[in-house]
Every structure is written in structure tokens, then in C-alpha cells.
């Protein structure tokens, strides 16, 4: 089992930064690829960043140049730089691990994110 724990979220305003973190805990040598997803009220989840074990990045077309994911395996934690936020980056934003052989999902609770205009 993975157990992940977002914290970082909070209120902020438009153009401002918010750096988000993950911690994880239990089978975390199984992790495979990790990533950041958001989900706004009333939107399906939809994914903002993924890295990979390796440390390949890909992003969302519409964060792309704003926020930076990033990893540190020695400390098993994933972390989300984001700059430049918009009222539109306002959502629920969940840490998410693949982890395992056939690979199963974790989820952390979320933090919530709030950009005000």
C-alpha cells in the first residue's frame, strides 16, 4: 500500500505562487510514475503535471510555463511549484502515485487551492 499526503494549498492572489508537497509513506519503493491532479467545482479531475521515475515532466497545455513538478526520491515526496496563478487554477489538488507491478493507483485527500481576482 502507498499513503499519500498533500499539504501547501491555501488562498492566494492572481499572479501570486503557491508551492505544493506530497509526502508519501508505506510500499514507496514501488512507485512508479507520480503526478498532480486538480479538480474544480463542478469539473471532472483533470491531470496538471506527471513525472516519472526517471524524471520525465509532462504538463497540462494550460499550466505549461507556470508550474513546475518535481521529486525527491530520497525523501519520497513530490511537490508542485506554481507561479503565476490565475483565478481558472482554483481547484481541489489531489497527489497521485502509480505504484506496484500491475499498476494500482493512490490518492491523497487534497488541498485546496484558491486564486482570487
Known amino acids: 500500500q502507498v499513503q499519500l499526503v498533500e499539504s501547501g494549498g491555501g488562498l492566494v492572489q492572481a499572479g501570486g505562487s503557491l508551492r505544493l508537497s506530497c509526502a508519501a509513506s508505506g510500499s514507496i519503493f514501488s512507485i512508479n510514475a507520480m503526478g498532480w491532479y486538480r479538480q474544480a467545482p463542478g469539473k471532472q479531475r483533470e491531470l496538471v503535471a506527471a513525472i516519472t521515475s526517471g524524471g520525465t515532466t509532462n504538463y497540462a497545455d494550460s499550466v505549461k510555463g507556470r508550474f513546475t513538478i518535481s521529486r525527491d526520491n530520497a525523501k519520497s515526496s513530490l511537490y508542485l511549484q506554481m507561479n503565476s496563478l490565475k483565478p481558472e487554477d482554483t481547484a481541489v489538488y489531489y497527489c497521485?502515485?502509480?505504484?506496484?507491478?500491475?499498476?494500482?493507483?493512490?490518492w491523497g485527500q487534497g488541498t485546496l487551492v484558491i486564486v482570487s481576482s
Open positions: 497521485n502515485a502509480d505504484w506496484g507491478q500491475s499498476g494500482l493507483d493512490a
